[in-house]
């Protein structure tokens, strides 16, 4: 069998997903597993709706209507979406009278999006002529911890979800299964994090031991570059997980940072393909693939960074500085991105504010400490950076003729990715000119 993981653009109204129906329809001899991610929009509305009722503005009829549009161009009778719609306006009702809002409402606030969505993609296909069923993830066996915004599955879902889904989903039916949402052993639902379909897919295919995850956007796969910002951005044909993998981290559209690691631990290839045009290959994920001619796989960035310096002379030759430094973060839940020491100075990057104002204060007990703001990392990815000399020192000539100051390096040993820390406002001059001279020289 296959999981065919669809995200919010491919279902986001009734022609996106009449072209689903004609992809799915078309891999029915493989046994597919239908994953969906919400309509195009919705998880952000409901959560908006969720956030303005703390503040006291009841307006559950937004996200009603917005859903109800999609339900009825589908052609799907009033009633199917009718308990959804009072439950949603049930939530929205409690918030708006305790005025408050924990992770575990704003889980139970998105959920609607992807658990709405399955019933009526579900109820069309069966319409159509394509027998489909919709199911809670979590009704085939998906139970999740309770870290509301980052869940994961629990030990032994794997074992959980076989069971399941042999007696549950009927033979001949195409399974439409909610993505992005978990539930947990006393019933609270959660989220695996935003764009979190993808996982879900693989965490899926990990358990029933597919064939292949199918991972459908509005891509031609995984590109060369961002080609929102680099034009001439060109689909990769083969990659490694842990090209992959370096990439979606780093800022790469296509994947959510944590899809690979399920597919790597079995071994099932992970296919990035595009719903606007079937045809196309789109980008094959395996765990090796031939070594490209290219310099590079790919170029990535991620925005949004801190970047944070640590000065003090105490660090000259003494033992325990760093470790004292870590220890801060690691207390206040600060995750580093990229580091760079010197003898007298320690510099790092995150991108969440909030636990860093924590820290700052066990920080500032080491040394002088130096936040900036508008940060970028930009990162080049590919095998060739640790066997190819004078590519490394290239990249960087690269940006520096762009006229971008790189103000951060990092790069590991034999490693896969150099990253750089540039300024937000250079980003689309450095990825151009870095796209020009490893992609479209070569």
Same mark, same amino acid.
Request: a negative charge.
């Given at each position: 069998?296959?999981?065919?993981?669809?995200?919010g653009?491919?279902?986001?109204?009734?022609?996106?997903?009449?072209?689903?129906?004609?992809?799915?329809?078309?891999?029915?001899?493989?046994?597919?597993?239908?994953?969906?991610?919400?309509?195009?929009?919705?998880?952000?509305?409901?959560l908006?709706g969720?956030?303005?009722?703390?503040?006291?503005?009841y307006?559950?009829?937004r996200?009603?209507?917005?859903?109800t549009?999609?339900?009825?161009?589908?052609?799907?009778?009033?009633?199917?979406?009718?308990?959804?719609?009072?439950?949603?306006?049930?939530?929205?009702?409690?918030?708006?009278?305790v005025?408050?809002?924990?992770?575990?409402?704003?889980?139970y606030?998105?959920?609607?999006?992807?658990?709405?969505?399955?019933?009526?993609?579900?109820d069309?296909?069966?319409?159509?002529?394509?027998?489909?069923?919709?199911?809670?993830?979590?009704?085939?066996?998906?139970?999740?911890?309770?870290?509301?915004?980052s869940?994961?599955?629990?030990?032994?879902?794997?074992? $959980? =979800? &076989?069971?399941?889904?042999?007696? !549950? @989903?009927p033979?001949?039916?195409? /399974?439409?299964?909610? *993505?992005? %949402?978990?539930?947990?052993?006393a019933?609270?639902?959660?989220?695996?994090?935003?764009?979190?379909?993808?996982?879900?897919?693989?965490?899926?295919?990990?358990?029933?031991?597919?064939?292949e995850?199918?991972?459908?956007?509005?891509?031609?796969?995984?590109?060369?570059?961002?080609?929102?910002?680099?034009?001439k951005?060109?689909?990769?044909?083969?990659m490694?997980?842990?090209?992959?993998?370096?990439?979606?981290?780093?800022?790469?559209?296509?994947?959510?940072?944590?899809?690979?690691?399920? $597919? =790597? &631990?079995?071994?099932?290839?992970? !296919? @990035?393909?595009?719903?606007?045009? /079937?045809?196309?290959? *789109?980008? %094959?994920?395996?765990?090796?693939?031939?070594?490209?001619?290219?310099?590079?796989?790919?170029?990535?960035?991620?925005?949004?960074?801190?970047?944070?310096?640590?000065?003090?002379?105490?660090?000259f030759?003494?033992?325990?500085?760093?470790?004292?430094?870590?220890q801060?973060?690691?207390?206040?839940?600060?995750?580093?991105?990229?580091?760079?020491?010197?003898?007298?100075?320690?510099?790092?990057?995150?991108?969440?504010?909030?636990?860093?104002?924590?820290?700052?204060?066990?920080?500032?007990r080491?040394?002088?400490?130096?936040?900036?703001?508008?940060?970028?990392?930009?990162?080049?990815?590919?095998?060739r950076?640790?066997?190819?000399?004078?590519?490394?020192a290239a990249?960087?000539q690269?940006?520096?003729?762009?006229?971008?100051?790189?103000?951060?390096?990092?790069?590991?040993?034999k490693?896969?990715?150099?990253?750089?820390?540039?300024?937000?406002?250079?980003?689309?001059?450095?990825?151009?000119?870095?796209?020009?001279?490893?992609?479209?020289?070569?």
């Amino acid at each position: 069998m296959i999981v065919m993981k669809f995200g919010g653009s491919s279902v986001a109204n009734r022609k996106q997903i009449e072209k689903v129906l004609a992809i799915v329809r078309g891999r029915a001899a493989r046994t597919p597993l239908v994953v969906s991610s919400a309509h195009k929009g919705m998880t952000d509305a409901l959560l908006s709706g969720a956030r303005e009722a703390a503040r006291g503005v009841y307006a559950p009829e937004r996200v009603i209507e917005r859903q109800t549009a999609i339900a009825r161009e589908l052609g799907c009778d009033d009633a199917l979406l009718a308990p959804f719609f009072e439950e949603i306006s049930a939530l929205y009702r409690g918030l708006s009278l305790v005025r408050e809002l924990s992770l575990r409402s704003l889980d139970y606030a998105a959920s609607f999006g992807e658990r709405m969505a399955v019933r009526v993609i579900a109820d069309f296909f069966t319409r159509q002529g394509l027998p489909a069923q919709a199911f809670d993830v979590w009704d085939l066996g998906f139970l999740t911890d309770a870290a509301f915004g980052s869940a994961r599955p629990l030990p032994g879902y794997e074992a $959980a =979800m &076989q069971r399941a889904v042999q007696e !549950r @989903v009927p033979a001949g039916v195409v /399974p439409v299964v909610t *993505g992005f %949402v978990g539930k947990t052993e006393a019933g609270d639902i959660t989220t695996v994090g935003r764009n979190g379909s993808d996982l879900t897919a693989t965490l899926v295919g990990a358990a029933l031991t597919a064939e292949e995850v199918e991972i459908w956007s509005d891509t031609d796969g995984v590109m060369t570059a961002d080609p929102s910002v680099v034009k001439k951005a060109r689909s990769i044909s083969e990659m490694r997980f842990d090209e992959a993998a370096e990439l979606a981290y780093f800022g790469s559209r296509v994947l959510h940072p944590s899809t690979l690691v399920p $597919a =790597m &631990q079995k071994n099932i290839p992970v !296919r @990035v393909l595009n719903t606007n045009r /079937p045809e196309h290959p *789109g980008t %094959v994920i395996r765990e090796s693939a031939p070594a490209s001619e290219l310099p590079a796989t790919s170029i990535a960035y991620k925005e949004g960074q801190l970047a944070v310096t640590i000065l003090s002379t105490r660090m000259f030759g003494a033992a325990g500085f760093l470790g004292e430094a870590f220890q801060a973060l690691g207390r206040h839940e600060v995750v580093v991105d990229m580091i760079a020491t010197s003898e007298v100075s320690v510099s790092f990057t995150t991108d969440r504010r909030e636990p860093l104002e924590r820290a700052l204060l066990d920080l500032q007990r080491l040394g002088e400490v130096r936040v900036e703001a508008g940060k970028t990392l930009m990162v080049v990815v590919g095998r060739r950076l640790a066997e190819q000399a004078g590519l490394g020192a290239a990249i960087l000539q690269a940006v520096a003729d762009a006229g971008v100051n790189v103000e951060m390096v990092s790069y590991g040993m034999k490693s896969i990715s150099l990253t750089m820390l540039v300024a937000d406002k250079d980003v689309g001059a450095a990825a151009a000119v870095l796209h020009e001279r490893l992609f479209e020289r070569a």
